[in-house]
């Protein structure tokens, strides 16, 4: 909200130049839901000094979110009211947050989550009901992989650590272009403020680093171990990580040093760069800059 300049006695409102009429926004429909909060396909007017109308995304609040939820939100438009534009982050066009309902306007991803761009690109050979080639080739995976981690450079340079990197959180453009998104559970570490974990129940458990399991620790090098995690998951096309094993005894297996196999048709090269973000010491796993450099090395030998 704005701030008051010169005293009470003035009172005048500084104006916030994310802030958007409410009126300017008009709602399409429902992209999603998840149990607190809704994503809205919206049209516009007038946004970013754009005449047209623009198709966006609208995230709010449900009626049944709490305080906590509230204050999710309020925090991930702090984040990315902080953030200049970067190409794989998606970007605030503006919110309505001077009253209810809240309202997060952000860019408009055509495709979805790359979770969904990934098992729908899953070809069905339907006399044999397996799986045929995807319609995604290896060099488009690597190439999601790189974008990811170009976003997260950036993300990481501003000293935001997401603590949420997962295929489910990241969106596609019609570009097929990645963008990092969901920052509900990032926090400014230059801010330095205490931040308190979501209900234990709603931890992204088989993407967290063993400090963030046990020790509550989270930096760059734990977000590095979720994205070997979601490397994981471009590979395989969006499977679950430790398909088939319980949350509790992926936890164990993780203490006791157990990894995610090496996925069928994943080359040695690329599971070595997923295998080297889940080194149990995190000042040995890569950090962003370096994970983009082995990526696009990967990327230049295939040419
Ligand atoms: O796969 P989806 O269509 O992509 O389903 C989810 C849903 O909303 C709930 O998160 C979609 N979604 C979220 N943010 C955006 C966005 N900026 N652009 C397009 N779709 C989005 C997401």
């Not at 790189?146 to 935001?160: H, P, R, W």
């Not at 990092?180 to 458990?205: H, Q, T, W």
């Not at 063993?210 to 979601?230: C, H, I, Q, R, T």
Request: with cysteine.
């Amino acid at each position: 909200n704005g701030q008051y300049i010169g005293g009470k006695e003035s009172a005048i409102k500084e104006a916030d130049p994310w802030e958007i009429p409410r009126h300017h926004v008009r709602v399409c429909s429902i992209l999603g839901e998840g149990s607190f909060g809704q994503v809205w396909k919206c049209e516009a007017y007038n946004i970013m000094g754009f005449k047209d109308n623009m198709v966006v995304a609208v995230k709010t609040l449900k009626d049944n979110a709490g305080e906590r939820e509230r204050l999710d939100l309020v925090q991930e438009l702090q984040v990315m009211k902080s953030l200049e534009p970067h190409p794989h982050v998606v970007k605030l066009l503006g919110c309505c947050s001077e009253r209810d309902p809240l309202f997060v306007i952000m860019e408009y991803a055509k495709l979805g989550k790359l979770q969904s761009v990934l098992r729908n690109s899953r070809g069905v050979n339907y006399y044999t009901n397996t799986h045929g080639p995807s319609s995604l080739t290896s060099h488009e995976l690597i190439m999601f992989c790189y974008q990811i981690a170009k976003g997260m450079d950036f993300l990481s340079s501003k000293g935001i650590i997401h603590r949420d990197l997962a295929a489910r959180n990241i969106l596609v453009t019609e570009e097929r272009t990645c963008k990092i998104s969901d920052f509900g559970f990032a926090r400014d570490v230059a801010s330095n403020r205490v931040y308190e974990r979501k209900s234990e129940g709603r931890l992204p458990i088989r993407w967290m680093a063993p400090e963030s399991l046990f020790d509550n620790m989270y930096s760059a090098k734990s977000d590095a171990w979720s994205f070997g995690v979601l490397m994981w998951e471009i590979v395989t096309l969006g499977s679950t990580p430790y398909p088939g094993v319980a949350a509790a005894d992926v936890m164990k297996r993780i203490r006791d040093g157990y990894r995610l196999d090496k996925p069928q048709h994943c080359r040695r090269e690329v599971y070595n760069i997923m295998f080297y973000c889940w080194d149990k010491c995190p000042d040995d796993r890569p950090d962003f800059a370096e994970l983009m450099g082995l990526l696009d090395k990967l990327l230049v030998d295939e040419t």
